[in-house]
């Protein structure tokens, strides 16, 4: 049986478009094996958003080079634009938009199976991811992905919920929904639907299975699924993590994200006041072109006023092909690498704050894998706490109700429902 290894950089997306070669090539009779170890073909799945991106793209190649006859490059970074234009000859190419011909770039097309695609087990994951939206026509001002994603596709609801459905007869109790721009899915769909349509469709169709949404853009976001996620909270998840990526409104505008501060201050306070348990995560790109000390405090007094469960924090730098990489007024790097580093450290002040507040409430809690220690579990809660509690092996994959503790580190750990915390927890 031949061999295949996938090693995946990025996005959730990029994570979703290799669960989809990793299905082709499982159902054409080949065998999966971790990357790293020998095999007869290795997909390095790359990204290109930025120029470090790039970097360990081709990294990550030339260590495939050394491990398997045939090495595939596929992802972003190969897409028109993106920033792996030149590679080793012996490196083959498969556009991301190719991703179903990936048995015929291996000359493999009359394998068992063929290219049809399987909805089976997402394999070492307990939460599966189910892509319904591709490319994005927003073209934020340092943002490569419209170039090399292309125009903003949706994919049509009754395969969605047919993927769904057979993601949960495999076993999966949790399914994340994920797309570029995932707030637009729909808009090119006959009778336009939103993604609260979706999700009534997605629990129509499926009987238990919990879903959340991916990163979700705050421009057109749908607010109909606020609703939504009230109106079901056993079956989705009340955890939106929305980019804010800047709080003065002068460097928002100049990165052309069309919104406010106060706009996103307001969706996101409707989120938490309307969504029982709701916990808010973002992304914040600092020292973008043209930020001054003042553009800084503004951003880091803004974010004192949300109760942020985590802060995603990227220091900027430039990507060839941006209008930004044009702006000819850089924050030097010493003061991006400062800047960022005290958001990050605001960050982990906010999320301490939010999981004091969670403390001694049960949440349902999906058991992902093992702890370092032995006996006890790493979890996601609903609302995307991370959790660490003792239990039995048969936990593993199961969605279970957790009280929630405070570790002496701040960090959560809980105990099945109707025991009760010693002291300290
Ligand atoms: S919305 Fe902006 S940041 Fe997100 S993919 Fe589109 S252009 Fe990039």
């Not at 999966?32 to 970097?55: H, K, L, M, Q, W």
């Not at 089976?120 to 892509?131: E, P």
């Not at 982990?348 to 949440?363: D, K, N, P, S, W």
Request: charged content about 25%; aromatic content about 6%.
């Amino acid at each position: 049986m031949p061999t295949f290894s996938i090693h995946t950089l990025g996005c959730r997306t990029n994570q979703a478009d290799s669960e989809q070669l990793r299905q082709i090539l499982l159902g054409a009779g080949f065998v999966e094996v971790p990357f790293g170890s020998p095999a007869d073909c290795a997909i390095v799945n790359t990204c290109t958003v930025t120029g470090e991106a790039d970097r360990k793209s081709r990294q990550i190649l030339r260590r495939a080079s050394r491990q398997a006859g045939t090495v595939v490059a596929t992802g972003c970074g190969v897409a028109r634009r993106g920033g792996l234009e030149s590679l080793p000859g012996a490196v083959l190419k498969l556009a991301p938009e190719s991703r179903e011909q990936i048995l015929e770039l291996l000359g493999a097309s009359d394998c068992l199976g063929g290219s049809a695609l399987r909805y089976g087990l997402q394999a070492g994951r307990s939460r599966a991811l189910l892509k319904v939206q591709e490319g994005c026509d927003h073209f934020c001002s340092y943002c490569i992905v419209p170039y090399v994603r292309g125009r903003s596709r949706s994919m049509p609801a009754g395969s969605l919920v047919e993927q769904a459905r057979a993601l949960e007869e495999a076993g999966h109790r949790e399914i994340v929904l994920t797309g570029i721009h995932l707030a637009v899915w729909g808009r090119d769909l006959p009778e336009n639907p939103d993604l609260a349509d979706l999700l009534d469709r997605l629990l129509q169709g499926t009987r238990e299975v919990r879903f959340r949404l991916s990163s979700i853009e705050p421009m057109s976001f749908p607010h109909r699924i606020l609703e939504r996620m009230a109106h079901f909270p056993d079956r989705i998840c009340p955890h939106l993590h929305l980019p804010l990526q800047h709080a003065s409104d002068a460097i928002l505008k100049r990165m052309r994200r069309d919104y406010t501060w106060a706009e996103y201050d307001r969706l996101a306070r409707d989120f938490l006041d309307s969504v029982p348990g709701a916990c808010l995560t973002t992304d914040i790109l600092v020292g973008f072109p043209g930020e001054t000390q003042g553009d800084f405090e503004i951003l880091m007094g803004h974010l004192r006023t949300l109760p942020f469960l985590h802060l995603h924090v990227f220091a900027y730098s430039p990507r060839k092909g941006t209008a930004a990489a044009m702006y000819s007024d850089p924050v030097p790097e010493s003061t991006r690498k400062s800047r960022s580093e005290q958001v990050i450290r605001l960050g982990e002040r906010l999320a301490r704050a939010v999981r004091r507040r969670f403390r001694g409430q049960v949440r349902p809690v999906l058991v992902e894998r093992a702890a370092d220690r032995e006996g006890e579990w790493l979890g996601t809660a609903d609302n995307f706490l991370q959790v660490c509690f003792p239990g039995p092996p048969a936990l593993l994959g199961r969605i279970v109700p957790v009280r929630l503790g405070l570790g002496e580190d701040g960090r959560l750990c809980g105990l099945p429902k109707g025991e009760e915390f010693a002291s300290g927890r």
